[in-house]
């Protein structure tokens, strides 16, 4: 399976998750990709939008190298395998996360205009994003929602990710949502035939659409 687009994947993706008894709830979307699949999801669904924006944790020496994951509330999660092999211990990052904690707080205010939400307390939230491939960032998301909200339903909706990655994440949801799980994974772009970058402008456009947020 190939997706035409991010629109078009989000097309497909809220008719699946129409058949899951959605209502009363929000879709938090991922930027930025994910937020155009968010968006269409949204729509479709009459659902507001809102964002979460986690962020790799990388080390000092190589910011790509991603041994894990944090969300905006300094949710962390690691890889140790990872951290073991590079003889690092969680506390020695301890700076790296403050600062991609502060990178998102800057994110959160240029595309939100604030770092608040409102309360999603008894709703369903579904978290969006165009895809997954290890999981860290999705992983850190949930469980930041699942520490800031008391929720009616937690459900993890993307078109494409490994099955593996999806095993692994299924212990933090009520429910996940896949459209496609390919047996042969490289990553999330090989599955859409135009995947090109989404701008700061295009993710404040449809949040300004689509959010119950005063922009």
């Known amino acids: 399976m190939v997706f035409r687009d991010r629109v078009e994947a989000g097309t497909m993706l809220?008719?699946?998750?129409?058949?899951?008894?959605?209502?009363?709830?929000?879709?938090?979307?991922?930027?930025?990709?994910?937020?155009?699949?968010?968006?269409?999801?949204?729509?479709?669904?009459?659902?507001?939008?809102?964002?979460?924006i986690p962020r790799k944790i990388g080390t000092f020496h190589n910011p790509e190298a991603a041994v894990g994951a944090?969300?905006?509330?300094?949710?962390a999660i690691f890889n140790h395998s990872v951290l073991k092999m590079m003889g690092l211990r969680e506390d020695d990052l301890q700076d790296?996360?403050?600062?991609?904690?502060?990178?998102?707080?800057?994110?959160m205010k240029m595309y939100r205009g604030q770092e608040d939400y409102p309360s999603y307390d008894n709703k369903q939230v579904v978290l969006v994003d165009d895809g997954i491939a290890t999981g860290y960032t999705v992983m850190a998301a949930l469980r930041s929602v699942r520490k800031m909200f008391s929720l009616k339903?937690?459900?993890?909706?993307?078109?494409?990710?490994?099955?593996?990655?999806?095993?692994?994440?299924r212990s933090d949801v009520d429910e996940v949502i896949c459209l496609f799980t390919p047996p042969v994974f490289y990553a999330v772009g090989q599955f859409y035939?135009?995947?090109s970058q989404v701008s700061d402008e295009e993710v404040i456009h449809l949040l300004r659409e689509l959010s119950t947020i005063r922009l």
């Open 14 to 52: 809220a008719e699946a998750i129409r058949k899951s008894a959605f209502d009363d709830g929000v879709v938090l979307a991922i930027p930025r990709g994910g937020v155009v699949v968010g968006a269409q999801v949204a729509r479709m669904l009459k659902a507001p939008l809102d964002l979460i």
């Open 193 to 195: 035939t135009d995947f």
């Open 96 to 107: 790296v996360i403050d600062e991609q904690v502060a990178e998102i707080r800057r994110r």
């Open 153 to 169: 339903k937690l459900i993890l909706a993307v078109p494409v990710a490994p099955a593996g990655t999806l095993d692994v994440l």
């Open 70 to 75: 944090v969300a905006q509330d300094g949710t």
